[in-house]
């Protein structure tokens, strides 16, 4: 079984910068996506940034040029990197992920138990 764990929110002020961390944990082959999604309150959850298996990152357009994704291979950990930040960024952050389990292909999709963002201005 895969385990996804979100950390790194916090309290930030308008501007600052804050890094999300996504560890993956159990029989991973290779990831076909990993992606971050975030839920303001009365909002719909959206997504924030999406990797494709081959690591070309695509990034909504309210964060571009603000957050950027990496990936720690040896730790099997993505970060989101969250600089500039708005007010607008306060949500709740969660890591989504479909990775490849056994060598016949099959996937596992799941997410993070989310980690809280508050920006203040």
């Known amino acids: 079984q895969v385990q996804l764990v979100d950390s790194g929110g916090g309290l930030v002020q308008s501007g600052g910068s804050l890094r999300l961390s996504c560890a993956a944990s159990?029989?991973?082959?290779?990831?076909?996506?990993m992606n971050w999604f975030r839920q303001a309150p009365g909002k719909e959850r959206e997504l924030v940034a999406a990797?494709?298996?081959?690591?070309?990152?695509d990034y909504a357009d309210s964060v571009k040029g603000r957050f950027t994704v990496s990936r720690d291979n040896a730790k099997n950990t993505f970060y989101l990197q969250m600089n500039s930040l708005k007010s607008e960024d306060t949500a709740v952050y969660y890591c989504?992920?479909?990775?490849?389990?056994?060598?016949?292909?099959?996937?596992?999709?799941?997410w993070g138990q989310g980690t809280q963002v508050t920006v203040s201005s």
């Open positions: 989504n992920a479909v990775v490849v389990i056994d060598d016949l292909g099959s996937t596992w999709h799941g």
């Open positions: 159990g029989s991973i082959f290779s990831y076909r996506e």
């Open positions: 990797t494709n298996g081959g690591g070309v990152t």
